[in-house]
């Protein structure tokens, strides 16, 4: 949470300062924007190649997690705006592991810078990236309670997360939503080792996939 502070912080201190350096018209360029956005996310971090215990597939399945953060926005010219987002983000997946289903859930700091075009009035797109750092990690077994993993002892998944981010917005003066999608690049885990039927040695890893559908409200 001490990073999640810091980048509020540092935002709203940017908000502030373009607040008192620009008084132009909504929608001029130039003019910035402040404000704090979450909702819930559809996450799975399917695996990277098959996966088969006694010739049985073995798949990963959805998780509903959720995210909050902050968000900074700057018009640029020709319909165009840079936005900038810090939010905190749990991100996750079910395997089957008979006769009990396990869960696990990454906790990151995702910073995702992006460009957003205004397609028509309040309807917006967006691309981009985003670089997630990893906060905690935790594990549940069946109806157990959740467990924080100790990372000095045993690391599931990796420091940090990256990859693209496209997604469509709806604006209305200080109210906006939002669904948006990432698609990881790198490995979001770094694979546990397992020898299969016929005798070889598979590295299993993962990505992350992840939905989201959010609120936002602007504060500046």
Known sequence: MKYLLTTFILLL??????????????????????????????????????FYVEGES????????YFAGVALRRTMKNRFAALLEAQYAVKGFRIAS????????????????????????????????YWGILLEERFKEGDGDWNKVDRSFF???RNNDFGAVGGISFRH????ALLRYQHGIN?????VQYTNDIGEVVNL?????TLMLGLGFNIL
């Open 13 to 50: 201190g940017f908000s502030l300062y373009a607040q008192n350096a620009d008084q132009s018209k909504d929608g001029a360029v130039g003019k910035m924007s402040f404000g704090f956005i979450g909702g819930v996310s559809i996450t799975d971090l399917p695996f990277t190649q098959p």
């Open 187 to 191: 490995l979001a885990s770094k694979g």
């Open 98 to 129: 008979a006769p009990l289903e396990n869960r696990w859930h990454f906790h990151y700091l995702d910073f995702i810078p992006q460009v957003e075009y205004n397609v028509y009035r309040g309807f917006h797109v967006s691309l981009g990236g």
């Open 58 to 65: 073995i798949n990963t399945n959805n998780e509903v997690t």
């Open 155 to 157: 690391q599931y998944a």
């Open 205 to 209: 890893s993962q990505r992350n996939r």
């Open 173 to 176: 003066k200080r109210f906006s």
